[in-house]
């Protein structure tokens, strides 16, 4: 089965609701506490998800053209972790409670928003991380629900809440995540045919496959039979992976390998966000 289409517009407010009401409960000194987000603490990964549901209600719902965009020296990563960076700096001097309550509105207006959009529209930004200039619209959204979730999950971690309560939520991640596999392996050479399978275990199980055609790498749903390599993760290695929160030495120990080691290597560098 070719990768399917994943509406995740459903997802968005329940997930944005569990999100707001963790905060809530959280005491004022966990705000301090140090997060899988590099140097952020969770405070800043609040103050992140404030920034990204503004922005994209400010730029796409109401079509606000006041930011500037990259300087002509400047690419696309930079630009956003600089955009991030100032805002998260910005955002230090407001108290937890002011945070919680900005999230609470912040994350119900991005999700009111998604639901309205057309998952057969051309996307209003381009999904870099898989390689494409021009997106449909339903990447976009998936795209936008795994940085709400994955943030949401890093702050989960660091107070130590577990997991969300919905697996679907995750297995959606996932199925949006696999999308970047084609553009990392852009590079990878093989014959035609040679094949890798990826195995998720856990509640939010999977498989998907990556195949090599004449014109490069495709990605798939499903098992196939004599892959030249297989890897096996957990859900919880697998979002971990894609999203830069698993260093080299916890990949090799979570992230199971048979076949052609080559071949698999380049999947511990695939990253489902802009790093």
């Known amino acids: 089965m070719p990768l399917p289409i994943v509406d995740t517009r459903p997802y968005f407010s329940p997930l944005s609701r569990e999100i707001a009401a963790l905060l809530r409960a959280a005491r004022d000194e966990a705000w301090a506490r140090p997060t899988l987000a590099g140097s952020w603490t969770v ?9 990204t549901a503004l922005r994209r209600v400010s730029l796409h719902r109401d079509a606000y053209r006041g930011a500037p965009g990259p300087r002509p020296d400047q690419d696309l990563v930079s630009f956003v972790n600089d ?7 910005a955002a230090r001097p407001l108290s937890p409670r002011v945070l919680r309550d900005l999230y609470a509105r912040a994350g119900m207006e991005l999700a009111e928003f998604m639901e309205t959009l057309d998952l057969d529209a051309t996307a209003f930004w381009p999904v870099s991380w898989a390689g494409e200039h021009q997106s449909r619209q339903w ?5 936008e629900f795994t940085e709400v979730w994955h943030h949401g999950s890093q702050i989960r971690d660091a107070l130590g809440a577990g997991a969300f309560s919905h697996p679907q939520w995750l297995l959606a991640v996932l199925q949006i995540a696999i999308h970047a596999l084609p553009h990392a392996y852009r590079s990878v050479p093989g014959s035609r045919g040679a094949a890798l399978l990826v195995r998720v275990t856990g509640a939010a199980s999977g498989s998907w496959n990556l195949r090599r055609h004449e014109d490069g790498w495709v990605a798939d749903e499903g098992d196939i039979r004599d892959p030249s390599a297989i890897v096996t993760m957990s859900d919880e290695a697998a979002w971990r992976l894609f999203f830069n929160a698993l260093s080299p ?4 120990a979570l992230v199971g390998v048979e076949g052609d ?7 511990l560098r695939a990253r489902s966000v802009i790093v």
């Open 43 to 51: 405070r800043d990964v609040v103050a992140h998800l404030i920034d």
């Open 83 to 89: 955009l991030n960076a100032s805002w998260v700096r």
């Open 139 to 143: 990447l976009d959204v998936g795209r």
């Open 249 to 252: 030495s916890d990949a090799d």
């Open 261 to 267: 080691i080559a071949l698999a290597r380049p999947l």
